[in-house]
T-cell receptor, first 113, second 113 residues
Framework: AAGVIQSPRHLIKEKRETATLKCYPI?????VYWYQQGPGQDPQFLIS???????DKGSIPDRFSAQQFSDYHSELNMSSLELGDSALYFC????????????FGPGTRLTVT | AQSVSQHNHHVILSEAASLELGCNYS??????LFWYVQYPGQHLQLLLK??????LVKGIKGFEAEFIKSKFSFNLRKPSVQWSDTAEYFC???????????FGAGTRLAVHP
């Protein structure tokens, strides 16, 4: 069965650079969630989208923005990168009518040097 | 604010030993509870979930969890662990009509042959 796809899988950036992470949900899933997992930490909710609209917002820095497109894929844009942004960024998708069944992607490991 | 506490950060067991990982949450209303597993280098996978009904929930790979409302707990159990169960286990909750998942800090399980 098709799973959540994230690209790139690994990304290395320098401080103050920008990064764009992409998430392609499971086909027919209309809701996308972004989570950040720092080294040795639990995943923290950043933001979610349903039908291209932001549905919930967590501890997402102002330097980050995200959107969902008409094909339901989502992009997380990160600017003025800081060392502390180094983390594993997970995307999860679900159907709006079954929001609790979130399926996670493999994650993008971002390293800021 | 909602929070999830996992009692053990590291657990070491021998194969065939029984496992119980503790999870407590803080939220007075209706909650949905989850256990996720993260194998080394892999993404989060759903082990089991509780929405309503029978408080004893069976999941994949022989895992089960019991929801005890009076104790705000959702402990994960497995009668006999295997080396392949070596992974990190996260308890998570969604509540208050929000779909985002709040994760515990995780328990790193090492099973020795």
């Amino acid at each position: 069965a098709a799973g959540v796809i994230q690209s790139p899988r690994h990304l290395i950036k320098e401080k103050r650079e920008t990064a764009t992470l992409k998430c392609y949900p499971i086909p027919r899933h209309d809701t996308v969630y972004w989570y950040q997992q720092g080294p040795g930490q639990d995943p923290q909710f950043l933001i979610s989208f349903y039908e291209k609209m932001q549905s919930d917002k967590g501890s997402i820095p102002d330097r980050f923005s995200a959107q969902q497109f008409s094909d339901y894929h989502s992009e997380l844009n990160m600017s003025s990168l800081e060392l502390g942004d180094s983390a594993l960024y997970f995307c999860a998708s679900s159907l709006e009518r079954t929001p609790y069944e979130q399926y996670f992607g493999p994650g993008t490991r971002l390293t800021v040097t | 604010a909602q929070s999830v506490s996992q009692h053990n950060h590291h657990v070491i067991l021998s194969e065939a030993a029984s496992l119980e990982l503790g999870c407590n949450y803080s939220y007075g209303g209706t909650v949905n509870l989850f256990w996720y597993v993260q194998y080394p280098g892999q993404h989060l996978q759903l082990l089991l979930k509780y929405f309503s009904g029978d408080p004893l929930v069976k999941g994949i790979k022989g895992f089960e969890a019991e929801f005890i409302k009076s104790k705000f707990s959702f402990n994960l159990r497995k009668p006999s662990v295997q080396w392949s169960d070596t992974a990190e286990y996260f308890c998570a909750v969604s509540a208050g009509g929000y779909n985002k998942l709040i994760f515990g800090a995780g328990t790193r399980l090492a099973v020795h042959p």
